[in-house]
């Protein structure tokens, strides 16, 4: 069984929450603080995490930063009410892999824990195969009908991250906060050069689309 820990100090959404995330078959535990859930890591394996950020004592910032030193791979959720940029920058940074503001729609929420544990697998499976395109991240190659691609491993990073998650869209900021430096002097409008790059390169291959979210960033379509 799947395992969600909801660390959440309103009991009554952490009630919610677990409850929703129970209906689609997962083990969900529900924590008021983060020492707790601390605590409860080390007791039990858990697969994803689901956290608010303001909580009392230590809070998710600290909390995410603590877990991301222990384990570099569980998914982790922030569930808040802090919708401004720099505390959504500031997540990612930390290792967070999405970021939810509340009020939360539970039916989003399971669709995002669902996503993000499959992106999860994948990501321990190392290889993302799509149509005639297959993605080893442990080799770096991209193979379409059994053919190389050339690509640097940025485009690599920024492929593997798009076909790890169809459908979803990424803005052009969330993706140079994932692969370029943080002092780096290009603009967000540099992610446009590489998925030009990417569409030509794999203009072959079946099976996904590059598409543009106008006013957003990009997502990977699967056709």
Known sequence: ????????????????????????????????????????????????????????????????????????????LFMTARDDFASKRRGFRLGVDDYMVKPVDLEELALRVGALLRRARIAADKRVTVGDLVLDADAMTATVGGRGVAVTVREFNLLFKLLSNPNRAYTRAQLMDEFWDPEATTGPRSVDVYITRLRDKFASSRGFAIVTVHGLGYKAVLT
């Not at 799947?2 to 660390?7: C, T, Y």
């Not at 929450?17 to 039990?44: I, M, N, P, Q, S």
């Not at 994803?48 to 995410?64: C, Q, R, T, W």
């Open 1 to 76: 069984m799947i395992e969600v820990l909801v660390v959440e100090d309103d009991l009554d959404l952490g009630r919610i929450a677990c409850r929703r995330l129970e209906d689609d078959g997962y083990v969900a535990r529900g924590v008021a603080t983060a020492r707790e859930a601390l605590a409860a890591l080390a007791k039990r394996r858990t697969d994803l995490i689901v956290s608010d950020i303001m909580l009392p004592g230590m809070d998710g910032f600290e909390f995410a930063e603590t877990v991301r030193r222990l384990d570099c791979e569980i998914p982790i």
